[in-house]
């Protein structure tokens, strides 16, 4: 079965610090990853995907991913992370079978000051 | 340009009530996606279509209908509604490219007393 994992609920990192925000999937075949972000009362936004290329991927604010094969993982970066980051982020990846989405559980981000 | 739009925001039912929640976009996406999000549990799909006049169910669809008469609109039934369906609801559309990311409307905030 395809799956998403992200194996911490919280995440807390003082401004200024990198951040990273772990992802790791089980798919069969070539997957498309994804990470989304949800501001407080807020729908998900896109920051960026994984589909083919590059390992290292460029998104929106800043953020970028990590694709490593072997390790079956899609872990979320930031060298600098501001407390305007702080929000709840999902790991998703694409089903390869019905096109679906499936998400894992979010990790919530906490950058103080 | 909406994007994707749910009505209503909120919405308080009581045990055994029925209702719809609307979804509507305007980017002429072929594929759209119902799902609830609940504390903890990430998002889970309800039901899906793939186009106008074609649905299938997802993770967790008991209890929920839905229809897709128009490319535009893919509402969500709730039948019965029972204190189980308090969550949060997300609709999703996306074009059937499959590198493509989804994009989300702002969410329906459900409460079934």
């Known amino acids: 079965a395809q799956s998403v994992a992200q194996p911490e609920d919280q995440v807390n990192v003082a401004e200024g610090n990198p951040l990273t925000v772990k992802c790791t999937y089980s798919?069969?075949?070539?997957?498309?990853l994804f990470w989304y972000v949800q501001y407080p009362n807020r729908g998900l936004q896109f920051l960026l995907k994984y589909i083919t290329g590059d390992n290292l991927v460029k998104g929106s604010y800043g953020f970028e991913a990590e694709f490593n094969k072997s390790q079956t993982s899609f872990h979320l970066k930031k060298p600098s992370a501001l407390v305007s980051d702080s929000a709840l982020y999902f790991c998703?990846?694409?089903?390869?079978?019905?096109?679906?989405?499936?998400f894992g559980q979010g990790t919530e981000l906490s950058v103080k000051p | 340009n909406a994007g994707v739009t749910q009505t209503p925001k909120f919405q308080v039912l009581k045990t055994g009530q029925s209702m719809t929640l609307q979804c509507a976009q305007d980017m002429n996406h072929e594929y759209m996606s119902w799902y609830r999000q609940d504390p903890g549990m990430g998002l889970r799909l309800i039901h899906y279509?793939?186009?106008?006049?074609?649905?299938d169910q997802g993770e967790v669809p008991n209890g929920y209908n839905v229809s897709r008469s128009t490319t535009e609109d893919f509402p969500l039934r709730l039948l019965s509604a029972a204190p189980s369906q308090t969550s949060v609801y997300f609709c999703a559309s996306r074009s059937r490219r499959e590198n493509t990311e989804a994009f989300f409307g702002q969410g329906t905030r459900l409460t079934v007393v």
């Open positions: 279509s793939v186009g106008a006049g074609i649905t």
């Open positions: 798919v069969s075949g070539n997957p498309y």
């Open positions: 998703a990846v694409r089903d390869t079978l019905g096109g679906k989405l499936i």
